[in-house]
């Protein structure tokens, strides 16, 4: 068993990596501001171990991450909402760049075994068929942006500390305790209220969407997958739908006819119109692949 720091522990993604760990033995630690996350994602963890913390804080995390003494850190906390991030850059870059800093100056104090850090898709430039983890990194929006910075700094922190670290670059997380806006949960509220005309942004992008479950059991995995150094692994379920074909799910899962309107005031100026995980070297390294698939996640969702 080792003792393991989450930080965003309680939020849509990183209360699911506690889960995992939870399940697998581990001490878990969070650390999270609540800005986002909510302290029922973590109902199962003693309260002792869950620490209200602003990572822009540097004095603060470096306190409590001396007082933790975690062996392993998975660092999930980040702004990680497009349109948020593009409304405010500043604030991005201080906690997606600065709280990534002030976490490596934190663990360069007290010494870990390995660390993770949540990357994303963003990276990517713009690209038709899968996204290999040897394609440039070129972002075209401030998440983008603030996440290449985040792996450059864990790359020289695994370079300087010799410690390893495993950069995940993430797809679309869907399924429970979404904490943003994202495309289906917006979808699941609006089915929520009894609409059957739903009215939606962009409608032809393509996404890769895996269940955080899978996903979670992925960054475990990936973490444990290098021995020294570090290195990249994409995180997705190497399939991708169009909003229209996710519609004709939830229409299946629900047995009626859903309408799709296109509301000028939800479409995004700047939207890439696919991503798609390629996953072989995930698989290769670990073993995982998903088992939960999009139709089972909606059918959960819409059916709570």
Known sequence: MKRALVTGGAGFIGSHVVDELVATGHEVHVI??????????????????????????QDGLARKVAEIAPQLVYHLAAIHFIPYCTEHPTESVLINIQGTQNLLDALTAAPVERLFFASTAAVYPPKDGRHLETDPSEPMDVYGATKSAGEALVKAYAHTARVPVVIGRLFNAVGHRETNPHLLPEIVKQLATGARTLHLGNLDPRRD???????????????LAVSA????????????????????????????????????????KVERQSLLAGIDKLTAATGWTPEIDLEQTLRELLKA
């Open 32 to 57: 999270d501001n609540f800005m986002n996350g909510r302290r029922e994602h973590l109902a199962g963890l003693p309260p002792h171990r869950i620490h209200e913390v602003d990572i822009r804080d």
């Open 209 to 223: 969407f895996v269940d955080t479950r899978d996903m979670a059991k992925a960054i475990v995995a990936a973490s």
């Open 229 to 268: 150094g570090s290195d990249v692994f994409n995180i997705g379920s190497c399939r991708q739908y169009s909003v229209i074909e996710v519609v004709q799910i939830c229409e299946r899962v629900l047995g009626e006819t859903i309408e799709v309107v296109q509301d000028p005031s939800r479409v995004r």
